[in-house]
């Protein structure tokens, strides 16, 4: 779900609409939702975490601290493009906050 919300809002609703929220805010909350289920899918095929396991609050964490790093630390170094802005990395953790809450699955599990 994540990835087709950050697909939708990057190629249809983020061009014709003006809105800072949709322009700088929401793909940050949707790094981790999106990008992290495919990434732990990979190292489950490489055989480096069980397949079909549920992200841990570790490799969450873990994954949130890195891709800030990389995102909001190092990128701006080296690309002019891009830009340190630690409020990406709120909306990073946000969205990595509420995934967590779905992935935990119910309180039953």
């Known amino acids: 779900m994540a ?3 950050y697909g939708l809002n990057r190629w249809i609703i983020k061009p014709g609409w003006d809105s800072a929220f949709l322009h700088g805010t929401f ?3 949707l790094l981790i939702p999106a990008a992290l289920p495919w990434v732990l ?6 055989g480096w975490r069980p397949p079909l396991a549920y992200p841990t609050l570790g490799e969450i964490c873990g994954h949130l601290v890195i891709w800030s790093v990389i995102a909001e630390g190092i990128m ?3 690309n002019p493009r891009f830009t340190a802005d ?4 709120a909306a990073y953790a ?3 906050a509420v995934a ?3 992935w935990r699955g119910s309180p039953s599990t």
Do not use: M
């Open 3 to 5: 990835c087709v919300l």
């Open 41 to 46: 899918w990979i190292q489950s095929k490489w």
């Open 100 to 102: 967590a809450i779905f």
């Open 94 to 96: 946000a969205g990595a």
């Open 86 to 89: 630690w409020w990406d990395v």
């Open 76 to 78: 701006p170094w080296i």
């Open 27 to 29: 793909n940050d909350l």
